[in-house]
Structure formats: structure tokens, C-alpha cells
């Protein structure tokens, strides 16, 4: 299990035992009212979406969302409804997009205006999200220094987990 850093910081949720149950629940009511407060409808079938990304703290397909969606609802849905519903839930930052796997990822922070970086780990596929402002920060500065206009950004590490790190032989834990 992770522990506290020595700045106090707790470790990402995505790596660490913890109360899955309570996360899920406090994720999708953070949701609901970062939608009331903004005006935006969390539909049934984007809280279902929402849900399916908040089952793990693992990035999942948008084909792997359908599939569990048609399993939960006992129909399969047009790839179409998952799309919009995962295009939704990433503009209205309750969820991202993971590019080097082509999949998506509940926020770990919802509502707040940041900017995510997320360790990838390449044994169990867990994703933690890391508040990302320092490495936009070193970004934005290089960009400056080179007249370039960055459009958008994305940090992703991939690596081991502790978990996996711990069950590795190699690991010299």
C-alpha cells in the first residue's frame, strides 16, 4: 500500500488501497452537483458512463464502455450514445482522455480547473492521476522561451505501480 509522501501529499487514488465504494459514490455526487452548478444535464446514460469509468481506477475503450453499458442495461447501445457521452464527460472535466491508450479515465478531481498528468502502469493498467500544473508550468516556460503557442498538452508516465513494483521479482524490493 502507498503511503504519504514527505510533503504530505496523499498518493494517487490509483495506487492505493482504499475505500472504493465511498470513492465511487462521493466521484458521481461531486458530478451531479458540478452539473447543477454549471447549467449541464447529467443524463442517465453520461452518469452510466460516468459510473463504468468509476468501477476502477483503470482507462477503459469506449468499446469496453459500451460493452458494459449493453451488459448493465441489457441492450446494446449504438457506439454513437457512448461517444457522446464520453465527449461530454471530458469537456465538462469529469473524465479524460488517456492518449497512449486510446481510452478514458474517471477525474480524480472533478469541477476543478487543472491541468491532469497520469501515471500509466504497464502491469495491471492501473491510471493515477497527479495534479499536473508543475509540468504545464516547465512546459509553458519552454514554449515562451521558443515563441511557441502550445494548444494543448498532455503529460502521461508509464511505469510500474507499487503494487506491481512489490509483485515483480526484478523489483530488488
Known amino acids: ?5 514527505d510533503t504530505g501529499e496523499a498518493p494517487p487514488l490509483g495506487f492505493v488501497e482504499h475505500d472504493h465504494g465511498a470513492c465511487r459514490a462521493a466521484a458521481l455526487a ?24 468509476l468501477e476502477s481506477h483503470a ?3 469506449a468499446y469496453e464502455v459500451l460493452r458494459r453499458l449493453g451488459a448493465a442495461r441489457g441492450s446494446a447501445p449504438q457506439p454513437p450514445i457512448a461517444y457522446r457521452a464520453l465527449d461530454f464527460l471530458v469537456a465538462n472535466g469529469l473524465a479524460h482522455r488517456i492518449e497512449r491508450l486510446n481510452a478514458y479515465v474517471a477525474c480524480a478531481r472533478p469541477g476543478a480547473d487543472h491541468a ?12 493515477a492521476e497527479i495534479p499536473g500544473e508543475a509540468a504545464a508550468k516547465g512546459l509553458s516556460r519552454s ?11 498532455v503529460v502521461e508516465a ?3 505501480c507499487p503494487a506491481c513494483r512489490a509483485a515483480s521479482p526484478e523489483s530488488g524490493s
Not at 452537483?33 to 460516468?50: F, I, N, P, Q
Not at 491532469?116 to 491510471?127: D, S, T, W
Open 143 to 153: 514554449a515562451d522561451a521558443l515563441g511557441f503557442d502550445i494548444a494543448r498538452a
Open 116 to 127: 491532469g498528468a497520469f501515471m500509466i502502469c504497464n502491469g495491471c493498467g492501473a491510471v
Open 1 to 5: 500500500m502507498a503511503k504519504r509522501s
Open 30 to 53: 461531486h458530478a451531479r452537483a458540478v452539473c447543477v452548478e454549471r447549467g449541464l444535464k447529467l443524463t442517465e446514460t453520461r452518469a452510466a458512463v460516468l459510473d463504468i469509468l
Open 158 to 160: 508509464e511505469g510500474s
Open 59 to 61: 482507462a477503459l475503450g
